[in-house]
């Protein structure tokens, strides 16, 4: 029920318990007599009228309380209520009476009746299910004109024959009630359409209610026509039971507002349905006399269904063409997938060159796009992809498409001469490519020429992925070590102690990640942080790196920020970027103690925890002006001792396996490379 205040409830609640009692007792003596005839005036006249007007009290009750659909419940409530009026003044009119005049002010009560409940059908509808699309629309329509075809073959024959004799109003009036019951039918059967045939009890009831009035009425009708029709009987009940189903639906909570549509079997089920009905009155036509308006709903409905499959024939037909599309897009920039490219590249290598022309496939994969999406988030990283995209789009335009592969990955596959082969190369490359504040992010490429280099589609991408991973693998291994090379100089003429100790780290370094077997990647990672780790030392001053005592609280704030000082400077060249991150973290400790960051336990990056594990071996082992050098043996007791608070356990294993080793049996030249153990 509709949340009210409680005083509303309660009177709403017993309102409605005295209205269904009043028609249980109306019901049950219209059935069995119940009472005998000397109730019949009580039951027939103040008993109905009274149901009547309490369903319509309530409507308009529902209206001034609830300002949701209100104006579509105040025109039910006064459909419902003319509706009673017109009975009542036949009640008070003909009662007894002989003949009846039609039309009377009753007929006019009983039919303004139909006007007013479609105009409130019809806001309801737009209340609860908003816009509906055209598909909608022909469904319903079909559904509604074969209900109607049938209900006006089985009806409108007997009363039309009837309704031949009178005088003009007397027979429009006469015709002007089964017509408005079939229009209210074949309405409430199209409003049902539109939730997909998947109702909410609010809409199920309301429908309920306003197919009984329409169908009691029609039954009504006919028995009158056959002269069967016994008033005070059972079919009496059937209007005040569709008043109490509208009166119920007006205090239930409507269902969600969504957008029935039918799909699956009742896309084909429901419209072939309904051309069953349809084709099987025009078949009763042939051999028995169906009434003009029952056949021409028929011929409608089955208008309508041809419309319908011409329509659904469209639908599939562009959701084919989007599903299409959809599986050969990226979704993140709009190019072309792996999968387009697959399908191009086979056409192109398998169609000769015109005028000596060569079919151009160019592979790329940025450079510092890793490194962009961890510093400035994911929808950053999205947004960089799609505005390169349409940059690499643009200059392929006319001569080529472009496409993107998956992750960082992109293509170009373009058709020209020889002479324009770097041009394309090169341009292609500076679309992909973005600097800014603190990121630089390029492009490695590698190419393959159709059908001079490559006969298939699968030599030709083999051939472009291998020549793009050499090319990377030089541009890294170029731009990396020369800014290794300008700051490993600058240690050793700025503190020559500093650039020995840096050294020893990086060649433990190297012997460790071989034991815990590291990536060739990794390891090269690892061994550039270690000589790396202390190039923030570079802004400490010198009376704080060689004071012969310990540091106070005030210097070693000044020296904790030495690893942020050394992400900084490395960071400034994108090439060293996962360096930078490993040197900041080379303080951190397992327990969470450490510094900057105080990263716990495997929060800590792995190259890091082995740079913190060999640096602290070569600090003891050196001569300090504050300490004494230990030796190897007690320097290695102290780093098992600190395993598990300040040290990673399974590195100072791997370091204690290592150190005992030959140099020569882990050297960077006889390591091979080897994935990382998990959850290293």
Excluded at 17 to 38: I, K, P, Q, R, Y
Aim: glycine residues 8%.
């Amino acid at each position: 029920m509709i949340d009210l205040p409680s005083k509303a409830r309660r009177l709403v609640l017993a309102g409605g318990a005295v209205l269904a009692l009043a028609f249980l007792a109306f019901a049950l003596h219209a059935a069995t007599g119940f009472g005998g005839s000397g109730l019949d005036s009580l039951f027939d006249e103040w008993v109905y009228d009274g149901v009547m007007l309490g369903a319509a009290a309530s409507c308009l009750l529902r209206a001034a309380l609830v300002r949701r659909e209100r104006g579509a419940w105040v025109l039910m409530g006064l459909a419902l209520a003319i509706w009673t009026a017109g009975e009542i003044y036949y009640e008070l009119a003909f009662t007894g009476a002989a003949s009846v005049p039609v039309p009377s002010p009753a007929d006019a009560g009983y039919l303004l009746f139909y006007p007013v409940a479609y105009v409130s059908l019809i806001l309801l509808i737009r209340a609860r299910g908003g816009s509906f699309s055209g598909a909608q629309w022909l469904d319903g329509a079909i559904v509604g004109s074969a209900v109607a075809a049938l209900a006006a073959a089985l009806v409108m024959g007997p009363i039309v024959a009837a309704s031949t004799s009178g005088s003009s109003p007397a027979v429009a009036t006469d015709l002007a009630y089964p017509i408005a019951d079939l229009t209210l039918l074949a309405l409430v059967v199209t409003a049902s359409s539109f939730t997909g045939w998947r109702p909410g009890r609010s809409w199920l009831t309301l429908a309920a209610g306003l197919a009984v009035l329409a169908v009691s009425d029609s039954l009504y009708l006919l028995q009158s026509v056959e002269g069967t029709y016994v008033e005070g009987g059972i079919l009496d009940a059937a209007w005040p039971l569709g008043a109490l189903l509208l009166a119920t639906a007006a205090w239930m909570v409507p269902a969600p507002r969504r957008r029935g549509r039918a799909r699956g079997l009742r896309t084909v089920v429901i419209p072939a349905a309904a051309a069953l009905v349809a084709i099987g009155l025009q078949l009763a036509d042939r051999f028995t006399s169906v009434s003009a308006l029952a056949t021409g709903l028929s011929l409608l409905t089955l208008l309508c269904v041809v419309v319908r499959m011409a329509w659904s024939y469209q639908e599939n037909q562009l959701a084919l063409r989007a599903s299409i599309h959809e599986a050969r897009t990226d979704a993140l920039t709009g190019l072309g997938n792996r999968r387009r490219l697959m399908t191009e590249l086979g056409r192109t290598a398998s169609r000769s060159p015109d005028d000596g022309r060569l079919r151009l496939l160019v592979m790329f994969d940025l450079d510092g796009f890793k490194a962009y999406n961890d510093a400035f988030g994911h929808p950053a990283g999205d947004a960089l992809l799609s505005r390169l995209g349409r940059r690499l789009a643009a200059f392929a335009g006319q001569r080529g498409n472009a496409y993107r592969l998956g992750g960082d990955e992109f293509c170009l596959l373009a058709e020209c001469s020889a002479a324009e082969v770097d041009g394309l190369v090169a341009g292609a490359a500076a679309a992909l490519s973005e600097r800014g504040d603190g990121f630089l992010v390029s492009a490695s490429h590698g190419s393959a020429l159709l059908p001079g280099e490559a006969g298939t589609r699968e030599a030709a991408l083999q051939l472009a992925d291998r020549r793009m991973y050499a090319h990377k693998s030089r541009e890294r291994t170029s731009a990396g070590t020369q800014t290794r090379d300008v700051l490993m100089t600058a240690l050793r003429e700025r503190q020559p102690e500093l650039h020995a100790h840096l050294t020893d780290v990086a060649r433990l370094a190297v012997r460790v990640v071989e034991q815990l077997r590291m990536t060739s990647e990794q390891r090269d990672e690892v061994l550039r942080a270690a000589e790396l780790h202390d190039t923030g030392k570079m802004a400490i001053p010198d009376a704080i790196l060689n004071k012969p005592g310990p540091l106070d609280e005030h210097e070693w704030e000044f020296m904790r920020k030495h690893t942020l000082v050394g992400e900084r400077i490395i960071a400034s060249a994108p090439a060293l970027a996962p360096i930078a991150r490993l040197v900041r973290s080379s303080h951190e400790r397992w327990d969470g103690s450490g510094y900057p960051d105080g990263l716990r336990g495997e929060q800590i990056p792995l190259g890091s925890r082995v740079v913190a594990v060999c640096d602290a071996y070569e600090a003891m082992i050196a001569a300090r002006p504050y300490r004494a050098r230990k030796s190897p043996a007690q320097a290695r007791a102290e780093l098992a001792r600190a395993a598990g608070s300040q040290f990673d356990p399974a590195v100072v294993a791997a370091f204690e396996a290592a150190i005992t080793l030959p140099s020569s049996a882990a050297s960077p030249e006889s390591s091979a490379s080897h994935p990382s153990p998990a959850g290293s």
